[in-house]
């Protein structure tokens, strides 16, 4: 199992920045961000995979950037111009196979303890 520790939530007023970070225990090819916020369900935010492709929520595009520095086994996730709606739990999370690296939850296999993002308009 690997272990996913997540850094960097906090709270910022609407339109600023926030900067997270995942430390994992080993290399994984996926890796991603996820969010849940009260009474919803969890959704992806963004992955990437072992050749850096990512992919986006259309909610996020242009706003989020996820990025991973593998000699480091860390993942990150920059967040500019937050809106109250992104308001959540963020988790990071991680898959073994670089194969089907998408915003499906069910997909990914280790979690983080998440870290709270709290946007005030």
């Known amino acids: 199992q690997v272990q996913l520790v997540e850094s960097g939530g906090g709270s910022v007023q609407a339109g600023g920045s926030l900067s997270l970070s995942c430390a994992a225990s080993e290399y994984t090819s996926c890796m991603g961000w996820f969010r849940q916020a009260p009474g919803k369900e969890r959704e992806g935010v963004a992955t990437?995979?072992?050749?850096?492709?990512?992919t986006y929520a259309d909610s996020v595009k242009g706003r989020f950037t996820i990025s991973k520095d593998n000699a480091k086994n860390t993942l990150y996730l920059q967040m500019n111009s937050l809106k109250p709606e992104d308001t959540a739990m963020y988790y990071c999370?991680?898959?073994?196979?670089?194969?089907?690296?998408?915003?499906?939850?069910?997909?990914?296999?280790?979690w983080g303890q998440g870290t709270q993002v709290t946007v005030s308009s």
């Open positions: 990437i995979n072992s050749n850096g492709y990512t």
């Open positions: 999370a991680a898959r073994r196979s670089p194969f089907f690296c998408t915003l499906l939850a069910g997909r990914f296999a280790d």
